[in-house]
């Protein structure tokens, strides 16, 4: 990185945050899904869902942890049929990703919730990919999809999934790993990551957002993932945070998702400036919207407000987000070129 970042001014550096060119990396699609669509889609298929309305359905959102969350998140997705329903969702998410000046995402899509309903994975896999190609073409916005495995499920329906998957292996770039983390380590799934790599799929996995660094260590070595997603566990463990920085793995850390399944009491305590000022390479991302109570623009705001980051750590966040996507290295010598703009033309 040859970029030198001027100073600015504290009060104008949400604005710069806002204006910057920036990628998603870990944002799960069904944790898109707004209260006001899941009642919308729940009328338009005929499901029932457990609350009388959007706003009882909303103040529900009061999680402890991770699986109190995970409870919701599944009964959420439970209004997903057809192929239009994954493909309303997806755009949605998409409008809002443009106005925060996303350019780039990969979305996580977790096939077995569906599937385990009698939802095809064909009807998942094409209402999301319809939604990438729409993306870029009507917001320029470009992206691709990650499927992951339910990591409190066996390996063995991993490996069903994945064979489902197959048809329709030019629409998916990579494969990771999410849910319930704790007692379901990274090495419970190393042969069907073995099989996935073989195939060649970019492979990423959720680990040390509640489980401990041992998880991430796995999943680096057992599994072979090119990023962690969450990864603030690490800090835990300083031969870790070595071997992170030096390989420049990249992290993608989810501030309000942290916040608000209890991770750090306050952002104010959250450690991303440390684990950037540690040489990691860390990354913003939103996780479960929806959910968690911003998309990619408010977690950059309220964590910069909370931790006294500067331009330079904008910089920084926005450029790893480019260079730990899985696009190719001339698409992001055009985005990191755009960002350098974006900043040099700031005042
Ligand atoms: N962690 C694990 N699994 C998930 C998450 C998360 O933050 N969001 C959706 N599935
Ligand atoms: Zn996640």
Redesign the pocket.
């Given at each position: 990185m040859t970029f030198t970042v001027k100073p600015v001014a504290p009060d104008r550096l949400p604005d710069l945050l806002r204006q910057m060119p920036k990628a998603e990396l870990?944002i799960?699609i069904?944790?898109s899904l707004e209260p006001e669509l899941i009642f919308a889609l729940a009328e338009r298929n005929g499901v029932r869902i457990p609350y009388a309305n959007v706003e009882a359905l909303r103040s529900a959102y009061a999680f402890t942890n991770?699986q109190s969350?995970?409870d919701i998140?599944y009964a959420g997705a439970s209004v997903l049929l057809r192929e239009q329903d994954f493909y309303d969702m997806a755009h949605a998410y998409f409008v809002k990703a443009a106005q925060d000046n996303v350019v780039h995402a990969e979305l996580?899509f977790?096939p077995q919730t569906h599937t385990a309903r009698g939802v095809s994975m064909e009807t998942v896999v094409n209402g999301l990919h319809r939604a990438c190609v729409d993306a870029q073409k009507e917001l320029g916005v470009s992206a691709s999809l990650i499927m992951?495995f339910?990591?409190h499920l066996s390996e063995e329906d991993a490996f069903a999934s994945l064979e489902q998957a197959m048809p329709f292996r030019e629409k998916i770039v990579g494969i990771g790993l999410?849910?319930?983390?704790v007692g379901n380590p990274p090495e419970k799934f190393a042969s069907v990551f073995a099989r996935c790599r073989e195939l060649g799929f970019h492979l990423v996995a959720?680990a040390g957002?509640?489980g401990p660094p041992a998880y991430i260590w796995t999943a680096l070595d057992v599994l072979g993932v090119e990023r962690i997603?969450?990864g603030v566990q690490a800090i835990k463990d300083p031969a870790l945070m070595q071997r992170l920085a030096k390989d420049r793995v990249a992290l993608t850390v989810?501030p309000l998702?942290n916040l608000k399944?209890c991770v750090f009491p306050d952002l104010t305590s959250h450690n991303l400036r440390k684990l950037l000022d540690a040489g990691l390479a860390a990354t913003v991302n939103s996780?479960?919207p929806a959910?968690f109570g911003g998309y990619m623009n408010d977690n950059f705001t309220r964590t910069f407000a909370a931790t006294g980051m500067t331009a330079q750590h904008a910089y920084t966040l926005a450029c790893n987000s480019f260079e730990a996507s899985f696009i190719s290295a001339q698409a992001k010598a055009g985005h990191i070129a755009l960002l350098d703009a974006c900043f040099e033309g700031f005042n």
């Open positions: 870990h799960h069904e944790g991770l969350f995970l998140y996580f977790d992951c339910l990591r999410d849910s319930g983390e959720h957002e509640e997603d969450h989810c998702s399944l996780d479960d959910y």
